[in-house]
């Protein structure tokens, strides 16, 4: 906290009280009841929670941690609040602020890096009740909405009106658009629409100090001069609440072709990956998936290609259906000149339809712990002889994924299986995300995001923007209460920061510790 003092000396004071707060713990067990009153005030006494049950299913995200971080972090919260509107959230910010509680926002919590999780208690608020679509501006092709429905949901909706989003993450089932936009999404149809910052009109957020923003309302394409939509993308939550969202809708197109090619080498896929990125089709979505994902199906006993596949890359085509049938016979092309088995058809939408499922091994662990990283496509072979060495070294159950973002950038999504109920091997186990993260910035890539495992992270991706991002936090929240020890540090629950490089060597100990340890085993009870 202390470099925030030396920058900015007119919040000294504010910082100095609120982290002696924090430092205590934030001490929410003797205030939690007069806290909850002026809650429900607010909100009403069916969506205010303090059931110890309840408060514990908001202590985690995705991924599933190790019981004995809580040490360290306290990420049960002491209420969960489930707002109805902006107004709503703007009052119990206001209250927060007073009374120096941590505040968390979430989504769909479907990310895995500990973004939508308190590491010091407080209050989370849980903005999947703001679900609604709230406008469809056909003639200028906007749809604004909450910020907790999910994709699917709007997607769907939009698609019986003749519309879809462009792009969209892989786990729309659940994640959701406040959610996406604060992690920075990219996914589903990014290659050909662009991530979710470009899609955004206008937010309307609600900032650390209660007062709600709206960063613009504008009906044209083209923005000039600065743009307040990029501050909060990508924030993680630390910035404020995003409670609504302006939209780019397209109109529906008239086929949407799925084409899947088999691979006996995944390494030839990285070239038929390279070789599309500098031809003149552009596809709606590229995936990829290694032999070693279609075994933990066939464990599971889920339909798979032939087991002499040893890598998958699904392409989805989006257009009109002539010019699908040339774009289609130029991919063919390409893949043909690596030996690429083309799929049958059946195949190919058997893989589409299943592109929000890629975690459905999660089963075969019975725990799946999923790392992201974007690295360069001319850097895409060797990262892949990488991470098979990083999964060697730490006797990992795993196996890649991915899809392509864009020409000249590839999402590595490898995950691992594992067994939560093995307390100590599950927890260094974790420590692979780390050396994933590593490895892309190696190969010329960065981390996917930061979250509180990875903030450590920070400096490494950005030198001097590092201190200005900062500064830009403690500007925005001055009470320090947004979705504390995330993004720009960690933070335990006692209010103490956590330096990069204790981060960074805490996780460097326990992945020397899963190297020496044995080899990890398949559970077969769990089918």
Known sequence: MTIYWKIIPKYKKIFTINGAIRRAGCDMHKKTQETYNKIILITGKDRVRIDPFERRMY??????????????????????VKPKSSEEISEIIKVAAYEGIPIVPRGGASWGLGGAMPVSGGIVFDLTRMNKILDYDYENLIVTVEPGITWKALNDNLIKRGYIIGSYPSSALAATVGGWINTGGVGVGTYKYGSAMDHLKSLEVVLPTGKILETGNFR???????????????????????????LRIYPKPQEIRPISYGFSNFQKLSKVVRQITLSEVVPLHISFLDGYHFNFLRDLGIQTPDSKIKGMLNIALEGDS??????????????????????????????????FYELRTKRAGPTATLGEVFVPISEMSTMVEATYNLIKRMKLRAAITGMVSDRNTAIFMPYYLSDERKLIRNMV????????????FEHGGRPAGLGLFFSGNLKKMYDEGWDTMRDLKAIMDPYDIMNPGKTVEGLTRFGVPIPPFALNFGMDMMAGVKHIMTKDKKVVSWG
């Open 220 to 246: 044209t394409s083209i923005f000039g001069g600065q743009d307040l939509n990029r501050v909060f993308f990508g924030s993680e939550g630390t910035l404020g609440i995003v409670t609504r969202a302006s």
């Open 59 to 80: 202590s985690h995200d995705l991924a599933s941690l190790p019981k004995m971080l809580e040490f360290v972090f306290k990420t049960m919260p002491d209420l969960v």
């Open 429 to 440: 186990s974790l420590s692979f995300v780390k050396k994933l993260g590593d490895l892309a």
């Open 322 to 355: 002539a010019v699908l049938d040339i774009e289609e016979k130029a991919l063919d092309e390409i893949a043909a000149k690596h030996k690429a088995i083309k799929q049958d058809r059946e195949v190919a939408r058997h893989e589409w339809n299943e592109r």
